[in-house]
């Protein structure tokens, strides 16, 4: 188990469905916890989140079809989708503020509602619209969520000097929050979501009205703390920051998954070795020798050193590729690139969700 007051971990062995006295060896806070029952739903593998047939149902709106996956600890999983596609829903069954029709969602075992008082001790969660009472000082506030988090004084100061520094925020601990800008108040946010070491930090649009300066520098964050161990779920509309960062994506489209992996996972649906991307290392003034190739359908023009060839589906791809880049270097072009096309985050996005429309 996690103390919720220093964060520190160590196990604790019982009988199923004792209450047992737990005290920190690392700070000496007391508590009791009840152990699971054999077979319940603590039982999670390797897993630290787990979705499963997760609906949601706003009247005779289906905002969540039946979605379901799994995360291990370290993970970051980058959640896309159009809007209204059921993002947000998702978050705030995982953190609580909605319940769900049908299915569960379990973070380190506990279900939430039932085990929500447990979860909360574990996760971080950033609302899309970062809000603080606009009175209060940085310090005030950042001091009052640790307090609500169970933390001690002496962690919540440690924090909050280690935290500010870390976002480059410590000119500002004493000002108020009325006087802070839209990216200062989304980092602080963040600092927030962070302040208890939660397992699992819970993000949505975390990067919205950030700089690219400040983007840059939270994604370097959110990939340090997930090398140490934490678990980051966050949704965003960026999708060249998704890519930057996610090692398991998820395209929410209509209230179900369309798609679920690896970036590589998600292309080959949509790689063809019938398409090859060229570039080379000056401008093109003529395309016609390579589309005089025996094979080759068309050749398009994507900028002055790049094109992407066509091949006929029935010649042999191989064969066809040697002499293409027979005639590219006969030609006098040095190659950079010869592959067949992969596309990126956002050539994927679309393509998935197109096949949805036109389903």
Known sequence: MRCPSCGSVQSVSG?????????????????????????????????????ENLTKRYKHLLALDHVSFSLKPGEVF???GPNGAGKTTTIKLMVGLLSEDEGRCLIDGFEMPKDKINIHRLIGYLPQNVSFQSWRTVDHALFSFGRLSGMSDEKIEQRIVELLKLFELS????KKVSELSGGMMQKIGLVQALLHEPKLLI??????????ESRFKVKEIIKKISRQGTTVFFSSHILSDVQDIASRIGILNY????AFGTLEQLKQKFVSKHVLELEVDHSFSDVSFLSSVSGVDSVEKIKDNVVRIHMRKEDDSDELRNKLLVSVLEAGFKVRKFAPLSPNLDELYQAYVA?????
């Open 203 to 212: 993000l949505d649009e975390p990067l919205a009205g950030l700089d690219p």
């Open 255 to 258: 209230g179900h998954i369309e």
């Open 171 to 174: 000119h500002v601990r004493e």
């Open 15 to 51: 009988s199923p469905l004792e209450s047992v006295e737990v005290v920190c060896a690392t700070c000496g806070k007391k508590g009791r916890v009840s152990l699971p029952a054999e077979g319940s739903s603590r039982d999670t593998g390797n897993n630290l989140v787990v979705l």
């Open 78 to 80: 980058g959640y896309i």
């Open 355 to 359: 096949v949805e429309v036109n389903a």
